[in-house]
């Protein structure tokens, strides 16, 4: 009985937070959930990074083309972003708090498998297992820091989001650090790491367990999505849809390739480019942390056009830039174009009223596929083109940004909305 009343007093205390944010709301973010969920995010990316840090040692040891490089970015893409939707749509109607640690497992599997594969199938195969495990986690994960949000949806996305790219981040040192001095064999004490993550999840598994009931309860009627026509939901979908794809495939030109055209155009040592890759993806982490509160202040819409079309002036003066302006310029380009996401998603929740698991697994999947394509497609042409030309083509991607004005300004209608109720 004490537990039926308790949880009708949070439910009401929550439906209130939805309604009109305020200082309770702050009091009831579980701020120990985000961080257990993003410090495992942070694990999980760091051992994924692993695969795009260790790639010129795999180019060098398999002998393998620009081509071969982009398909084991495809298999890991592709393996991370079709089963993210199917997930997300299942834990919908069925949350499955236990798929947290199981996901791990699978990326705990393939991380063995690339410090001992021997052979560029296996290669392929280790990729897979890891973008497997990513698939179980992060629809998952997304929701269990939406529950643990307070209300504060934006502040949560970006707090899970900066813990995995702060891990992407770290792939390249660690890789420059300790796999580059001792070999591919090195890889497998990365498995500790992995490991540590199944410790932590367990324990957020029995948060889930406890709270999915309460706190999971989607609000859906209390969402300004509702007030938007079927079309026009589905019109303001493909927009973000258009903007995942211009962001990902830059994105992938830098995470992929970019160790390889600073060899290759400054004739820098792969410790150095692995250095100037980590310099980039720590911008990304720290843009990841800037949007989601923002986009809570300033409305969503205006973090998304800013952080795409804002980055354009930027990418263009990428390609004709020396060693130490191109550092800058990447730098700036990682904080600007990273702090998109977590208002993407957000925003995207709100279209979609309780389809939190659906809409997580959806965006984080076909970021991922948009990497994984774009990482293939840049793979052949820097083949047949050169590398120095992915750059001067993909500078103009963040144009596409511009779209970003179509969408529905949900932060305005939801002001107008909350004055009308208090008239």
């Avoid at 009109?20 to 702050?26: D, G, L």
């Avoid at 560029?120 to 179980?136: E, I, K, N, Q």
């Avoid at 500078?395 to 107008?416: C, Q, R, S, T």
Wanted: hydrophobic residues 55%; aromatic residues 10%.
């Amino acid at each position: 009985m004490q537990t039926r009343v308790e949880d009708a007093a949070i439910d009401g205390a929550m439906e209130s937070a939805i309604a009109a944010p305020s200082a309770s709301a702050e009091e009831r973010t579980a701020y120990t959930v985000l961080g257990a969920i993003s410090f495992s995010h942070l694990l999980n990316d760091m051992i994924q990074s692993l695969i795009l840090a260790i790639y010129p040692i795999l180019k060098s040891g398999f002998n393998l083309s620009f081509a071969q490089i982009g398909l084991i970015t495809l298999v890991y893409q592709l393996t991370a972003s079709l089963l993210q939707p199917v997930v997300g749509m299942y834990t919908d109607r069925r949350p499955l708090p236990y798929s947290l640690p199981v996901g791990m497992g699978f990326t705990l599997c393939g991380l063995l498998l690339l410090a001992w594969a021997p052979n560029f199938p296996l290669l392929l195969l280790a990729a897979a297992l890891v973008g497997t495990g990513s698939s179980v986690f992060h629809p998952e994960s997304s929701r269990v820091a939406r529950m643990a949000s307070g209300g504060k949806h934006g502040l949560a996305q970006s707090l899970f989001q900066v813990g995995g790219n702060a891990g992407a981040s770290l792939g390249p040192l660690l890789a420059a650090w300790i796999i580059v001095p001792h070999g591919r064999g090195s890889v497998a004490w990365f498995s500790l790491a992995a490991l540590l993550a199944i410790v932590v999840l367990l324990q957020v598994e029995r948060w889930y367990a406890q709270h999915h009931a309460v706190r999971g309860k989607p609000a859906a009627k209390r969402n300004i999505g509702e007030t938007l026509s079927r079309g026009r939901v589905a019109a303001a979908l493909v927009i973000l849809g258009v903007l995942v794809f211009s962001k990902y495939f830059y994105m992938a030109s830098l995470s992929s390739y970019y160790t390889f055209y600073l060899i290759h155009t400054f004739d820098v040592s792969v410790q150095s480019a692995q250095t100037h890759l980590f310099a980039f993806l720590a911008a990304v982490a720290a843009g990841a942390l800037i949007g989601g509160p923002v986009g809570d202040r300033i409305g969503r819409k205006w973090v998304i056009w800013i952080s795409i079309l804002g980055a354009a002036p930027f990418t263009l003066l990428l390609p004709h830039a020396n060693l130490f302006w191109t550092g800058i310029l990447s730098v700036v380009i990682g904080l600007i174009l990273a702090s998109a996401f977590s208002a993407i998603l957000v925003y995207a929740q709100e279209l979609l009223p309780g389809r939190v698991g659906m809409v997580s697994g959806l965006f984080f999947g076909f970021a991922f596929g948009m990497g994984g394509i774009g990482a293939a497609l840049l793979g052949e042409l820097a083949d047949a083109r050169g590398i120095d030309f992915v750059y001067q083509v993909c500078a103009y991607l963040p144009l596409i940004g511009v779209i970003a004005l179509w969408l529905p300004d949900l932060n305005g209608k939801k002001k107008l909305k909350q004055a009308s109720a208090a008239a």
